[in-house]
T-cell receptor, first 115, second 112 residues
Framework: AQSVTQLGSHVSVSEGALVLLRCNYS??????LFWYVQYPNQGLQLLLK??????LVKGINGFEAEFKKSETSFHLTKPSAHMSDAAEYFC?????????????FGKGTKLSVIP | EAGVTQSPTHLIKTRGQQATLRCSPI?????VYWYQQALGLGLQFLLW???????NRGNFPPRFSGRQFPNYSSELNVNALELEDSALYLC???????????FGQGTRLTVV
C-alpha cells in the first residue's frame, strides 16, 4: 500500500534561510506525489506534483521538490524563506489501482519563519 | 475560473443532530472527494464520488454518507453527530484527465 511519512511535525527557519521539508514515500509502483500548503483556517493549495516526468519539479512561490527513487524521497525545498511561507505543508501520494484515484496524506509539517 | 466552493463556512450543531455540508466542484470536474481534518489526526479520506456514483469510502461509520448530483456537486451528511465529529471538512475535485485535485476552503463543523 502506498503511504507517505513527513519527518518533523514542526520546522523553524530564519527569514532568508533555506527551507527543507522532508517526505518519504512507500509505494510498490511508480508513485504520483504532491505537495500541498495550508494557511490557517483555509483549504489546501497545490504547490507542485510529480508524475514520472522530470525528477526535479518546480512549483509555485519558489518551491521545488526532487524525486529520488533510490532514497524513496520527495523533499520540498525553497532557497530563501519568506515570512509569507509560514503555513502547514502536506506531502501526498496517489493510491494507484485500476480505475481508482485517492490521495493519502502525510501528517503535515508546520513551518515557522523567524524574522 | 471559480475554484471549489464549500458551504457553509462554519456550522455549529448539537450532539445527536444531523449536519449537511455542500461542495461545488470546479467546472468540468467530475470527481469529488471529501476529507476530514480533525485536530491532531491529519487529513483522513472520507468519500470519493465520480459520475454520480460512490467509488470508495474511508474508514468511517455509516452515519457519514453523501451523494453527488447530476451537475457533479456533492453533499456530505453526518447523522447522529458526536463531539469528535468536530473538524474541518474539506472537499476536493478533479477532472478526468489530470492527476491533481483542487481543494475548497472547507467547512468548520463544531459539535457542542
Amino acid at each position: 500500500a502506498q503511504s507517505v511519512t513527513q519527518l518533523g511535525s514542526h520546522v523553524s527557519v530564519s527569514e532568508g534561510a533555506l527551507v527543507l521539508l522532508r517526505c518519504n514515500y512507500s509505494s510498490s509502483v511508480p508513485p504520483y506525489l504532491f505537495w500541498y500548503v495550508q494557511y490557517p483556517n483555509q483549504g489546501l493549495q497545490l504547490l507542485l506534483k510529480y508524475t514520472s516526468a522530470a525528477t526535479l519539479v518546480k512549483g509555485i512561490n519558489g518551491f521545488e521538490a526532487e524525486f529520488k527513487k533510490s532514497e524513496t524521497s520527495f523533499h520540498l525545498t525553497k532557497p530563501s524563506a519568506h515570512m509569507s511561507d509560514a503555513a502547514e505543508y502536506f506531502c501526498a501520494v496517489k493510491i494507484s489501482g485500476a480505475g481508482s484515484y485517492q490521495l493519502t496524506f502525510g501528517k503535515g509539517t508546520k513551518l515557522s519563519v523567524i524574522p | 475560473e471559480a475554484g471549489v466552493t464549500q458551504s457553509p463556512t462554519h456550522l455549529i450543531k448539537t450532539r445527536g443532530q444531523q449536519a449537511t455540508l455542500r461542495c461545488s466542484p470546479i467546472s468540468g470536474h467530475t470527481s469529488v472527494y471529501w476529507y476530514q481534518q480533525a485536530l491532531g489526526l491529519g487529513l483522513q479520506f472520507l468519500l470519493w464520488y465520480d459520475e454520480g456514483e460512490e467509488r470508495n469510502r474511508g474508514n468511517f461509520p455509516p452515519r457519514f454518507s453523501g451523494r453527488q448530483f447530476p451537475n457533479y456537486s456533492s453533499e456530505l451528511n453526518v447523522n447522529a453527530l458526536e463531539l469528535e465529529d468536530s473538524a474541518l471538512y474539506l472537499c476536493a475535485s478533479r477532472d478526468r484527465v489530470n492527476t491533481e485535485a483542487f481543494f475548497g476552503q472547507g467547512t468548520r463543523l463544531t459539535v457542542v
